[in-house]
């Protein structure tokens, strides 16, 4: 699994920009900016456990396929993400060592998966943006897999038409359950079972094709992704005409009793008038 | 082994809500597609002798969570299906709801037997964000279940059921009011920080013009 490493490129044009080891990368609110990146990570390439380090800072020990880790708020920019499978000796080379360029104020998901091959690579996606408006439910497909394109669908909705690496398709749905199956875009047998995929209202449901057609592994693995903060009801009006107090006893005497002796009042009270003289 | 941390309140998307970093519209067209730059950079610089792959403090190391399907469908499961506040109202069903993207309020039930399960939030059971269920006061002349909220006492335990039939309890720790125009949207719909259960419906004096009433009362409760 090990990846060939370029020579040319000197680790020391690369501190110029990014010296080594400098914390620029925090896990903690505190330290929060304003522009930086909200970054996730999906782990797409079975049988690599992973220590990961972003500019050089060990962010993920031990991390498993096929998890997903809590967002991570890095500093827009040029970050070098390398990765090891753990337990690696000291000194060994990286199996994994790329740089990647974050957009400031973007949530972005980084998805571990293959090359065309067959080696780990990051793929970078967009988050924001996935649902149409504040109120929408989309099923969003991805690819991390050393496949040919496939042609991805949901019910009888065409989530993608051809589906290849580090592409994706989005469609905004309605809530409820669908199979999801998956054929090769230029035709033959599907590899990947049909599956059945809840879609809860108001989120965007993603599913990350990972695995290798060669070696009749592909399948998926599945992130829920939240509107964004903005998209939060801006007011909740839970009332809809005045209460009904017709449950309370003493209310509806003074309610409606009250008016009702004093008119019958008014009317003996007319009866009862003499007649002018 | 996965090395777990608590999830921090501005860890996940409440980071552009704490920060202002969520600002970007979600209007905007779907299908962004993968960032490309990135996505295709060749540069994979020689390894230096300090990026060793030993770890030496994980104090900030990242959790992570199962992306499997079947923990998809889990996650699914947990959606809140029942509520009862005992004291004050019979146990009601809970609808999933979102935000109404033309009027920008939470799309309620026209219902007052039904209440709203903030579906783009946490779910019961999740291990950060408030659970947010709201129902209304009071439509078209009938009562619901949380037509006497503000009456709940401090400590009633209430217990929310999920679709897989699971039941989470939460203690009831405050009740406040508040003018409906002034509502904390940042605390209210968090989707990071300690998880809780947030209460809605409204209050305080109503508008025979508008049918509406002027406040909302939010209770908070917390697991047990």
């Not at chain 2, 125009?181 to 605390?187: C, F, G, N, P, S």
Request: hydrophobic share 45%; net charge negative; charged share 15%.
């Amino acid at each position: 699994m090990s990846r060939p490493l370029p020579a040319l490129i000197g680790a020391g044009l690369l501190s110029v920009a990014l010296p080594l080891g400098a914390s620029v990368v925090t896990a903690t609110p505190a330290a929060a900016a304003p522009g930086d990146t909200v970054l996730t990570v999906v782990h797409g390439v079975r049988g690599f456990v992973a220590d990961v380090r972003l500019d050089d800072k060990l962010v993920l020990s031990g991390f498993a396929p096929e998890r997903v880790t809590d967002p991570l708020e890095v500093p827009p920019g040029e970050h070098r993400v390398q990765a090891w499978p753990t337990g690696a000796a000291p000194g060994t080379a990286p199996v994994l060592d790329q740089v990647i360029n974050l957009v400031g104020g973007e949530h972005v998901t980084a998805g571990i998966g293959l090359d065309q091959d067959g080696k780990p690579t990051i793929t970078l996606f967009k988050d924001d943006g996935l649902l149409a408006d504040s109120g929408s439910t989309a099923l969003v497909v991805r690819g991390l897999a050393d496949a040919d394109p496939v042609k991805v669908v949901a019910g009888d909705r065409t989530i993608s038409d051809a589906l290849g690496g580090a592409q994706q398709g989005v469609q905004q749905i309605a809530p409820g359950t669908y199979p999801v199956s998956v054929q090769p875009a230029n035709g033959g047998p599907s590899t990947v079972p049909t599956a059945d995929i809840p879609v809860v209202a108001g989120r965007a449901v993603v599913l990350y094709l990972i695995g290798s057609q060669q070696d009749n592994t592909l399948g998926w693995v599945a992130q829920s992704v939240l509107p964004n903060a903005s998209s939060a009801p801006l007011r909740i009006d839970t009332g809809f005409g005045e209460v009904p107090t017709a449950g309370d006893a003493t209310t509806t005497v003074l309610v409606l009793g009250l008016p009702t002796a004093l008119l019958a009042a008014v009317a003996l009270r007319r009866r009862h008038r003499p007649l002018p003289a | 082994m996965i090395r777990r941390r608590p999830v921090g309140p501005a860890l996940v998307l409440s980071a552009g809500l704490l920060t202002g970093c969520g600002a970007a519209s979600s209007s905007t067209a779907a299908s962004p597609g993968p960032t490309s730059s990135a996505a295709s950079s060749p540069a994979a610089p020689a390894p230096v002798a300090s990026a060793t792959p030993s770890p030496t403090d994980d104090s900030d190391l990242l959790d992570s969570a199962p992306a499997t399907l079947d923990a998809l469908r889990a996650s699914e499961a947990r959606r809140p299906v029942a509520v009862l506040v005992p004291g004050v109202a019979q146990p009601a069903m809970v609808e999933a709801r979102t935000t109404d993207p033309v009027g920008g309020g939470l799309d309620l039930p026209d219902s007052a037997a039904a209440v709203a399960w903030w579906a783009s939030g946490a779910a019961p059971g999740t291990a950060a964000g408030s659970v947010v269920l709201a129902a209304h006061v009071s439509f078209d002349g009938q009562t619901g279940p949380f037509t006497r909220l503000a009456q709940v006492d401090p400590g009633t335990r209430v217990v929310v059921t999920s679709a897989d039939g699971s039941a989470h309890t939460y203690a009831v720790q405050s009740t406040r009011s508040a003018p409906k125009t002034a509502l904390d949207r940042a605390e209210l719909f968090r989707t990071t920080g300690p998880p809780a259960l947030v209460l809605v419906t409204c209050g305080g004096a109503y508008d025979r013009r508008t049918h509406s009433f002027a406040d909302n009362v939010v209770v908070t409760a917390v697991p047990v």
